[in-house]
């Protein structure tokens, strides 16, 4: 099993939508869990970070769920600049800051 | 901040040349990691340090990796000899990891190299 998990897309959703990514993680021990963005041919950039009683920003919402092992993404009122690659990132051990990626969901809009 | 800062920007050589990536990290940074992008694999983790010392290298891929961190403003990734598998983007990104460990701030990335070998 993968460290981190995620659905690759693509993503293809009209402006307005609501879209939602899914992460998994191996794990059970991490305890920090963060989504970042990467526009094409750039570096990925911390989008936000993801705590355990859910945190929201702006049209952007992030959940975790240690019981299963997931964190999610929602977007709401999806807008052409949201077009990006989104990646979950989980601190298997935060001892020693080891910081795993997942694959990365590409999302169009 | 001039954050973290990679160099070169893009490297084409050829096959069986020794290549060398370079990395300054944001200043009061002690984490330093290496990844690798390629469209099949995604961010792969190669190495990453703590305090300039190397935590977990298991995702090098082979002895013809090697990376060091010789102080806290510097690190290097050398691919000795190099194959045209080898070619992709090298990010090279830093964070603050606080005492006690048990949370982390964000990882800042360099630009990222982006690796050709013909």
């Known amino acids: 099993r993968k460290e981190v998990e995620q659905d690759p897309g693509p993503f293809n959703v009209p402006e307005g939508a609501t879209v939602a990514f899914n992460c998994t993680y191996s794990?059970?021990?991490?305890?920090?869990f963060f989504w970042y963005r990467q526009d094409c041919r750039k570096e990925p950039k911390l989008l936000m970070s993801?705590?355990?009683s859910g945190n929201e920003d702006g049209r952007f919402t992030a959940q975790l769920n240690r019981a299963s092992q997931y964190i999610s993404l929602l977007i709401r009122d999806s807008k052409l600049s949201d077009s990006a690659t989104y990646l979950c990132?989980?601190?298997?051990?935060?001892?020693?800051?080891?910081?795993?990626f997942g694959a990365g969901t590409r999302l169009t809009v | 901040d001039a954050g973290v800062i990679q160099s070169p920007r893009h490297e084409v050589t050829e096959m069986g040349q020794e290549v060398t990536l370079r990395c300054k990290p944001i200043?009061?940074?002690?984490?330093l990691f290496w990844y690798r992008q390629t469209m099949m694999r995604g961010l792969e983790l190669l190495i990453y340090?703590?305090?300039?010392?190397?935590?977990?290298d298991s995702g090098m891929p082979e002895d013809r990796f090697s990376a060091k961190m010789p102080n806290a403003s510097f690190s290097t990734l050398k691919i000795q000899p190099s194959e045209p598998r080898d070619s992709a983007v090298y990010f090279c990104?830093?964070?603050?990891?606080?005492?006690?460990?048990?949370?982390?701030?964000?990882?800042?990335f360099g630009q990222g190299t982006r690796l050709t070998v013909v």
């Open positions: 990104a830093s964070s603050y990891q606080g005492t006690g460990g048990t949370m982390n701030t964000e990882a800042f």
């Open positions: 990132v989980v601190n298997m051990s935060p001892g020693d800051n080891d910081m795993r």
């Open positions: 200043s009061g940074h002690n984490s």
């Open positions: 993801v705590y355990s």
């Open positions: 794990n059970s021990a991490s305890q920090s």
């Open positions: 340090f703590n305090n300039n010392v190397p935590i977990d």
